[in-house]
């Protein structure tokens, strides 16, 4: 693997090779040196900011490839860096949370954040994320350039897989590309119940059940976008989504 080198102001050198830049953005400096040691390990590029003006002007300077965002920040916090950010261009977000609090992760999911972490978390997990959240990035790019045809029509709810895009009742809603490959997902085998371990290994690439809260978190912010009568819940079990009766 090749090394990378970060010089004494704490611009990452580059080395040959394509390497993915990640910003960590974090008021805590044991967590981000952390971070950035095993980030910086595992190949990646890394910058970091400590608030949250910082951070957006890092973001727009350097065009991160991915955001690890903590939501506790001075200057503004990271649900606003989320969404100053996603302004300049879409990036996935990583949010990391102190507050095992649901609220937070809903919110930080409806600005645009992919995927969330709960302090404190294992170095390696968040490194295995880190790079599951970026192989869906570029699933989803190459979904993009060698779409699919046809729009799939679930009663008023359309998936349209060239575009990536939803409608419900002809209306357009945004989804972030986790929430979209998880609304396929499903739609893939509707009315099939399919358990938070199938989703958590379909969408994230991660097959392990500590995730599933995850799951959990993102289905409820789906169902905020798409209504939450088209996605059942088998509890114990996990969700299907419904479609109308013939």
């Known amino acids: 693997m090749e090394q990378t080198h970060t010089s004494h102001n704490g611009t990452a050198a580059t080395t040959p090779g394509a390497q993915r830049r990640v910003l960590v953005v974090e008021d805590d400096a044991t967590i981000v040196d952390a971070i ?15 608030d949250g003006p910082s951070a957006v002007d890092t973001a727009e300077a350097w ?8 939501i506790m920040l001075p200057g503004f916090d990271g649900l606003e860096v989320c969404r100053r950010v996603q302004a300049q261009r ?3 977000v990583m949010m990391l949370t102190a507050r095992d609090d649901e609220t937070d992760m809903l919110v930080g999911l409806g600005v645009g954040a992919d995927d969330y972490m709960t302090k404190p978390f294992s170095m390696r997990e968040l490194a295995a994320r880190v790079h ?3 192989r869906r990035m570029e699933r989803a790019a190459l979904a993009a350039s060698t779409p ?6 679930l009663g008023e709810l359309e998936i349209d897989h060239a575009q ?10 945004h989804l972030t590309p ?9 739609a893939n085998t509707p009315r099939a119940v399919l358990s938070r371990e199938q989703l958590l290994a379909e969408v994230w690439d991660w097959a392990d059940a500590s995730g599933t809260r995850t799951v959990d978190s993102h289905i409820k912010a789906l169902r905020r976008k798409i209504g939450a009568e ?10 299907a989504l419904e479609t109308p009766t013939p």
Do not use: K, M, N, W
Request: net charge positive; proline share 5%; charged share 25%.
């Open 90 to 92: 879409p990036v996935p």
């Open 132 to 134: 599951v959240l970026l």
């Open 63 to 70: 065009q991160p490839d991915l955001l690890i965002l903590d």
């Open 178 to 186: 986790t929430e979209f490959d998880l609304l396929v997902c499903l």
């Open 36 to 50: 950035a040691t095993r980030l910086r390990a595992e190949g990646f590029l890394v910058q970091t900011a400590g």
């Open 164 to 173: 990536r895009r939803v409608r419900v009742r002809g209306e357009d809603v």
């Open 148 to 153: 699919r045809s046809g729009i799939l029509r």
């Open 230 to 239: 088209r996605i059942r819940t088998v509890h114990g079990v996990g969700y």
